[in-house]
């Protein structure tokens, strides 16, 4: 009867709570800080680790960019072999 | 704070298109190197630093549009004009495939026996995995669309079901086609029927790959609140580029593996 049905409802209730954990919404914490007149362009205004990925991108690009020149001119001048 | 007196989007400097060029002379370079001299070190580099543009040029977009609010309605307009734009010029270079097939299978040469299929090639039956194929991607076209639905009507717990769905049909895709290409009774190296079938149905796989990472991409955005009811262009233009490479799958289907076989 009712006993019986609140008792299922209870059940479910308390299966849908557990089986897994909200996601926060971030979006106005994140809309705040990157809104921040701090003069930061926005490739570095998320805080240090963006800094990070940036030095570790230009020191490949530099690096890449002198590797390549390095190859292309080996390549140009063939290796005789004795 | 200086305000500007328009509804339009004057970026921030960045480094990304520097990036991302030194990128393409590192992996064109690298390929020449790799062809002639077998290290994959100058490729692998520039393939390395393309993934690296791509992720913090677009993380930076998501925070120009959603976190800083400069996807103003005409800045969203030439966002949807660019998307177009892009996958016109995309189906152009899937016309030259298409061109390279009807070029050798309407005129078959003495070479290849004077038949399409040329003389010893084995086809594969259409109507099987390659008929399996065409339902799941027509599938992920209804789920896609009913994701579409679900963020237009606020129903989020829906909109990442759908979405979640649409990317595993894709997935799936993926897997049954990476499973014909290994029992195919034939290779790339099979004269212009190898080469015109691997070509064409290579890079629409790639491209599969590309949407599907697109979409999984905007399953986490919409995870994380990114999708307003009426403001979530960048799902769109993951639809939109996911139902371009539905629709070049069928043309596939219909040419090569059906009309073709």
């Known amino acids: 009867g009712r006993r019986h049905t609140a008792v299922q409802q209870m059940a479910r209730r308390s299966i849908c709570s557990s089986a897994r954990r909200q996601v926060e919404n971030k979006v106005p914490q994140k809309q705040k800080m990157f809104q921040e007149d701090n003069g930061m362009p926005i490739h570095l205004k998320g805080g240090s680790s963006d800094a990070l990925l940036y030095r570790a991108t230009m020191v490949l690009t530099v690096l890449g960019v002198g590797f390549t020149l390095y190859e292309l001119v080996k390549a140009s001048f063939p290796q005789k072999k004795d | ?261």
């Open chain 2, 1 to 261: 704070m200086a305000h500007q007196a328009h509804a339009y989007h004057m970026v921030d400097p960045s480094p990304w298109p520097l990036t991302g060029a030194v990128a393409a002379l590192l992996m064109t370079s690298g390929l020449a190197i790799w062809m002639h001299f077998h290290t994959m070190t100058l490729m692998s580099l520039g393939l390395i630093l393309l993934l690296l543009t791509m992720y913090q040029w677009w993380r930076d977009i998501i925070r120009e549009g959603t976190f800083q609010g400069h996807h103003t309605p005409p800045v969203q307009k030439g966002l949807r004009y660019g998307m177009i734009l892009f996958i016109t010029s995309e189906v152009f270079f899937f016309l030259g495939f298409f061109w390279a097939f009807y070029h050798s299978s309407l005129a078959p040469t003495p070479e290849l026996g004077g038949c399409w299929p040329p003389t010893g090639i084995t086809t594969l039956n259409p109507f099987e995995v390659p008929l399996l194929n065409t339902a799941v991607l027509l599938a992920s076209g209804v789920t896609v669309t009913w994701a579409h639905h679900s963020i237009m009507e606020g129903q989020r717990k829906q909109a990442i079901q759908s979405l979640t769905l649409t990317i595993l049909l894709g997935f799936y895709f993926t897997a049954l086609q990476a499973m014909e290409y290994y029992e195919a009774p034939f290779t790339i190296a099979d004269g212009v029927y190898g080469s015109t079938f691997f070509v064409a149905t290579g890079f629409h796989g790639l491209h599969v790959i590309i949407g599907s990472t697109f979409l999984a991409v905007c399953l986490l955005r919409q995870a994380q609140y990114h999708f307003t009811s009426d403001h979530h262009f960048g799902f769109e233009a993951a639809a939109w580029y996911w139902h371009f490479v539905d629709v070049v799958w069928l043309f596939l289907y219909i040419s090569i593996y059906w009309w073709g076989s």
